[in-house]
């Protein structure tokens, strides 16, 4: 039998029986009004759960916040059709590269009846991608140039600037002992805050330079020094398939130090958890508190470091996001590819 013979229930047959493609309908408004396999698949969610929600729920908060939901709407409306490439979430909140077309469906008298959705996920094939193009070779080697720098920086202040303090302090002490005693709190005062130096060029030496071998066992040590010194319990649990090339591991672990040092510096948390698991040909982490939580992004002090790591993240060619409400502390997850470039 000809395709366009074929009656409507095979073609609803076919259509559900996909696996490969999400495809579904939306009503005017956009909410959803049919599911298949291939849907439930790639998103997550059963056709119970989903249909009659609004599509929106399948965008990053931040797309969510300017419109583009409705906005490709409109444009399909006007123009018959909406096309392009971007992140999409699942229901387990992690995030997939999508090619998206929206057709806008109208019926014989040229209303308009809804609109026929097709989503593919491309998050492996543009990880594979990225680590052949030019673009990836660059970020290799600008992470390995960035982390020499830092190692270099690192050993010159725990080598020359540190050593060179210590032997002011000590100077200063032995000075102590001739000056007259009504200077002693003067010069007790200038003793400790050369200390006090001593301690936080320490500290930055420390974070310079990742204190272990390979990522797990980098990510293990800093916790331990960085939390369970302050008096905080942390939880590191990690699924990962190997250790992920040079550049990735260095992304994430920056990551993870700058969302640690937020913890330590607003959050008041008692416990930390860091997650990292292997998932679509990179590694998914979150980095979640007990503390506070936030009231905004904007409201944090320090908010640089949110945007430091977002900037991270999205250079490395993944994705990142932070949850919060005030009283139930914060989670910060990020994905980022782990296909190792090609070499020249």
Not at 181 to 208: I, K, N, P, T
């Amino acid at each position: 039998m000809p395709e366009h013979e074929r009656p409507p229930e095979d073609m609803q047959l076919l259509v559900q029986s996909i696996r490969d493609y999400a495809i579904f309908m939306l009503d005017p408004q956009g909410r959803i009004a049919s599911w298949n396999a291939g849907a439930q698949r790639i998103k997550g969610y059963t056709a119970e759960e989903i249909i009659g929600t609004h599509f929106s729920v399948f965008y990053p908060p931040e797309d969510v916040a300017s419109g583009k939901p409705d906005g490709e709407l409109e444009i399909a409306a006007v123009d018959g059709r909406w096309e392009e490439e971007g992140w999409r979430v699942r229901k387990d909140g992690t995030r997939f590269w999508a090619s998206v077309v929206i057709t806008a469906l109208h019926d014989q008298d040229g209303g308009l009846r809804g609109y026929g959705k097709v989503t593919r996920d491309l998050t492996e094939r543009r990880s594979m991608a990225r680590a052949l193009d030019e673009r990836g070779l660059l970020l290799a080697r600008l992470v390995q140039a960035q982390e020499a720098e830092r190692r270099r920086i690192a050993s010159d202040v725990h080598d020359d600037t540190i050593q060179t303090m210590i032997s002011v302090g000590m100077r200063l002490r032995m000075l102590g002992e001739s000056l007259p005693a009504e200077h002693a709190g003067a010069l007790q005062a200038l003793d400790a805050a050369v200390d006090a130096a001593v301690v936080r060029l320490r500290d930055l030496a420390f974070r310079l330079r990742p204190p272990g071998e390979g990522l797990v066992e980098s990510l293990a040590v800093y916790l331990e020094q960085a939390l369970a010194a302050g008096g905080l319990a942390f939880d590191l649990v990690h699924d990962l398939e190997g250790e992920p090339p040079t550049e990735t591991a260095i992304t994430i672990f920056r990551i993870c130090q700058e969302a640690v040092t937020n913890v330590l510096k607003h959050a008041c948390a008692t416990t930390v958890t860091v997650e990292l698991a292997a998932l679509d040909r990179g590694v998914h982490v979150r980095v979640g508190d007990d503390g506070v939580g936030l009231l905004s992004a904007d409201g944090l002090p320090g908010h640089f470091g949110l945007i430091e790591m977002r900037e991270r993240a999205e250079t490395a060619g993944g994705w990142w996001s932070i949850r919060s409400a005030p009283g139930a502390g914060t989670t910060v997850e990020f994905w980022v590819p782990a296909v190792p470039r090609r070499q020249r």
